[in-house]
Nanobody
Framework: QGQLVESGGGRFQAGQSLILSCAAS????????LAWFRQAPGEDREVVAT????????WWPDSVADRVTIFGDEAKNTVDLHINSLKPEDTAMYYC??????????????????????WGRGTQVTVSS
């Protein structure tokens, strides 16, 4: 099926915005749910946003709802994560992931790592105050 490759990480100042991009190969399809996760040192991996490959329906947790969007570009086979108003607590390794699904289910209920079988290597984001 191919790989997931993240890009766009780096060092940022608090208040800035960033766009992370995931080259999603063939995973941007109705048979998959795509997601961005992040993991800070010593913390569990947590979901930041999900996107259903077929319907392109999006979801993100309330904790980031006012700062995050996820966008799938079917022409480019990319899944981008936009984060506005960066905070130091956004510092983490960010991962793109894909899990099998179907058009009807999309990403419903798929918000924890065990549902995702394909992972990129991650891209580091560091936010300074």
């Amino acid at each position: 099926q191919g790989q997931l490759v993240e890009s766009g990480g780096g060092r940022f100042q608090a208040g800035q915005s960033l766009i992370l991009s995931c080259a999603a190969s063939t995973y941007l399809s109705e048979n998959f749910c795509l997601a961005w996760f992040r993991q800070a040192p010593g913390e569990d991996r947590e979901v930041v946003a999900t996107l259903a490959g077929g319907r392109l329906a999006t979801w993100w947790p309330d904790s980031v709802a006012d700062r995050v969007t996820i966008f799938g570009d079917e022409a480019k086979n990319t899944v981008d994560l936009h984060i506005n108003s960066l905070k130091p607590e956004d510092t983490a390794m960010y991962y793109c992931a894909a899990g099998t699904s179907d058009w009807w289910t999309g990403c419903q209920g798929l918000t924890t790592p065990e549902y995702f079988s394909v992972w990129g290597r991650g891209t580091q984001v560091t936010v300074s105050s």
